[in-house]
């Protein structure tokens, strides 16, 4: 962990797994264990959401009125991503602007994304993806706050 947070303490590496990491005022990434906590926090503040695992143990999926919109990768270390729905063209900005965040992993390239911890990956950017990807799917929300 210490390559991931150069010039950082064993202190501020520890808390850096549960929140945004901050040294010698420089912003760093979500840890990809908060980056999936966010985006299930958010996923079940919505409304008629279900979860379960499907396809395999090792992928939370989320859905709307039986549509998926969010899959969470569990279980794999090296692989802490969520998978949202996007519209092609912000998911190929978000792709352009954000090294972490790539053609979604397990579905349709063009209209999904996975987004994994990264410098710019922040708590608001996820919430916001999971909302966007949930009124996609079908669901509606009036105002998310």
Do not use: C
């Not at 899959?71 to 998978?83: A, C, E, F």
């Amino acid at each position: 962990m210490s390559g991931q947070f150069p010039g950082a303490s064993p202190q501020q590496r520890f808390r850096a797994d549960k929140e945004v990491f901050n040294v010698q005022g420089k912003r760093w990434a979500l840890s990809g264990a908060r980056l999936q906590q966010i985006a299930r926090e958010t996923a079940v503040s919505l409304d008629d959401v279900s979860h379960g695992r499907p396809f395999t143990p090792h992928l939370d999926v989320w859905k709307v009125r039986d549509k998926v919109f969010l899959i969470i990768t569990d279980d794999d270390p090296d692989l802490q991503i969520i998978t949202v729905k996007a519209d092609p063209h912000y998911g190929d900005a978000l792709r352009r602007d954000h090294e972490s965040i790539t053609p979604g992993h397990y579905l349709d390239k063009r209209h999904w994304i996975s987004i994994g911890p990264g410098t710019g990956i922040t708590p608001e950017l996820v919430e916001d993806l999971v909302y966007t990807s949930y009124d996609l799917a079908g669901g509606r929300k009036a105002e998310h706050s």
